[in-house]
T-cell receptor
Framework: EDQVTQSPEALRLQEGESSSLNCSYTVSGLRGLFWYRQDPGKGPEFLFTLYSAGEEKEKERLKATLTKKESFLHITAPKPEDSATYLCAVSGGSNYKLTFGKGTLLTVNP | GAVVSQHPSWVICKSGTSVKIECRSLDFQATTMFWYRQFPKQSLMLMATSNEGSKATYEQGVEKDKFLINHASLTLSTLTVTSAHPEDSSFYIC?????????????????FGPGTRLLVL
């Protein structure tokens, strides 16, 4: 059974204070690891798809990396508008179903 | 690209009535659409997977007669909550997986709608 564990559950940063979110996973035959951002009362917004260990992707202040056991979402010099819940999910095997972690609630204070 | 819409965005209904929620992929064709339910401060729970023209596959514990799913075309799926009761109140979110990888649109990725908040009185 696929499993995803995200840490920390909540993270509070000052504006400009860089940090990383962790996503540990176990999956049979990784098809993809996905990062989403979710604002309160809205659906998840797609950020990145990573396919294999060693892969990295960047978008503005965010950078996602992948190893065989975990993924990191690095946030460089965050701004208050980066405050949201960040969700990690994996898809494996022969279907395209996603297994989600519980998310990390990020709060960036001005 | 990868825009998914849901309608309505919120709905209030009386106990015993049925509610239909639409999910549309606006700028791509979706081979598969997924329906999720999310409770406050919890992650997404997959309810069912639907493929165009075939019956939906429901997750364990999800009542198929309570939550009717129709995937009539490559851009539209509907979820009908039949005889809704207060315990069905929740945030329902759909996602769509593109038929093919094209440009920035990835075939393995699910793109989510904005969600529908259902309140059953």
């Amino acid at each position: 059974e696929d499993q995803v564990t995200q840490s920390p559950e909540a993270l509070r940063l000052q504006e400009g204070e860089s940090s990383s979110l962790n996503c540990s996973y176990t999956v049979s035959g990784l098809r993809g690891l996905f990062w989403y951002r979710q604002d309160p009362g809205k659906g998840p917004e797609f950020l990145f798809t990573l396919y294999s260990a060693g892969e990295e992707k960047e978008k503005e202040r965010l950078k996602a990396t992948l190893t065989k056991k975990e993924s990191f979402l690095h946030i460089t010099a965050p701004k208050p508008e980066d405050s949201a819940t960040y969700l990690c999910a994996v898809s494996g095997g022969s279907n395209y179903k996603l297994t989600f972690g519980k998310g990390t609630l990020l709060t960036v204070n001005p | 690209g990868a825009v998914v819409s849901q309608h309505p965005s919120w709905v209030i209904c009386k106990s015993g009535t049925s509610v239909k929620i639409e999910c549309r992929s606006l700028d791509f064709q979706a081979t598969t659409m997924f329906w999720y339910r999310q409770f406050p401060k919890q992650s997404l729970m997959l309810m069912a997977t639907s493929n165009e023209g075939s019956k939906a596959t429901y997750e364990q514990g999800v009542e198929k007669d309570k939550f009717l799913i129709n995937h009539a075309s490559l851009t539209l799926s509907t979820l009908t909550v039949t005889s809704a009761h207060p315990e069905d109140s929740s945030f329902y979110i759909c996602s769509a997986r593109p038929l093919r990888t094209s440009g920035l649109l990835k075939g393995e990725t699910q793109y989510f709608g904005p969600g529908t908040r259902l309140l059953v009185l």
